[in-house]
């Protein structure tokens, strides 16, 4: 693995997309994800302060990072993050400066979306997995349909786009509604995205055969609309099709019944600084460590050895998530500790 240039693994697969936890802390309980009481709290000691985020990202950017996409639990939780948008895309890298976006769940949106833009932020990814109130507080615990629909309508008017919106399918909970929530999303102008439901559960009460998949998803479209392929999709986790023409589009993120590893471009920072090739790795390299060691190295030399924990850590990238492989094991950490 070379000491310089784009950041490439065993597989020639090269990273330019860096997501970045910006706390593992989250406003919503969503069954897939957190128990109720929630998990435990990564300790506040550990999690990265906003000048050694910044110092780790710009050495990604520097090192080929273009897209930078900030996540959690509930990035928007962060009481800077307006500040840590801002200095993340005023980063510069041989391609220019990363194009910054956020995966959030929108309930701090009317507040923030005019200030994130302002800071640099380019678009969203928001959560929204039903369009029933009783459902939704069922589905998040807690009653916030209202105010995650004002989230979304703010980022729109914000400018914030592609807004696009995700959403996870489950049997016998949401599944029945894929295709309303695809007309609500194309009749606003966003791109709806379905996701398989991963692994990442912090009960780890995952089971495939309760698994609503892709192809379940797609005969219930094809019902309602006309579907076409769209074409090069290339690292993208989702495949998208138009819907009844486009230029509305709608995406399945198939990362259970049709895994996309082969094409993946994607590396973690853990709001703990922790480097992850993959959400499935079940191993970390330690940055905070690094940033933090009696006698670590400063300046120049600091640079650069986060530059070669980054390839550390692809050095171990696996060729594929393995959920499929009988000795699968679900990683330590749930999804909301990892970053979705
Ligand atoms: N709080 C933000 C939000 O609500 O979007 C960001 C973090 S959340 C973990 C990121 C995405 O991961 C959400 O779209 C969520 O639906 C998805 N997600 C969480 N657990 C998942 C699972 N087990 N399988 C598939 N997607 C999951």
Redesign the pocket.
Known sequence: MSADGPLVDRFGRVHRDLRISLTDR?S?R?T??MPAEGVPWLPGATLLTTEELVRVARVGVENGITEIRL?????LLRHDVVDVVRRLAALTGPSGSPEVSL???ALRMPALASPLRDAGLARV???L?TLDRARFQQLTRRDKLVETLAGIAAADAAGLHPVKI?A?AMRGVNDHEVVALTRFAVERGYQMRF???????AGHT?DRTTMVSQAEILDQLADAFTLTEVPGRGSAPAEVWTVDGGPATVGVIASVSAPFCGACDRLRLTADGQLRACLFARTETDVRGLLREPGAPAGADLDAAIAAAYRRCLAGKRPGHDIDDPAFLQPDRP??AI??
């Open positions: 989250c919503l969503c897939y994800c996540t959690g639990g509930e990035p995966t959030t769940n990814n928001i959560s997995d995700n996870v996701i398989e439901q991963m692994p990442l559960d995952w999804m909301s970053g979705g």
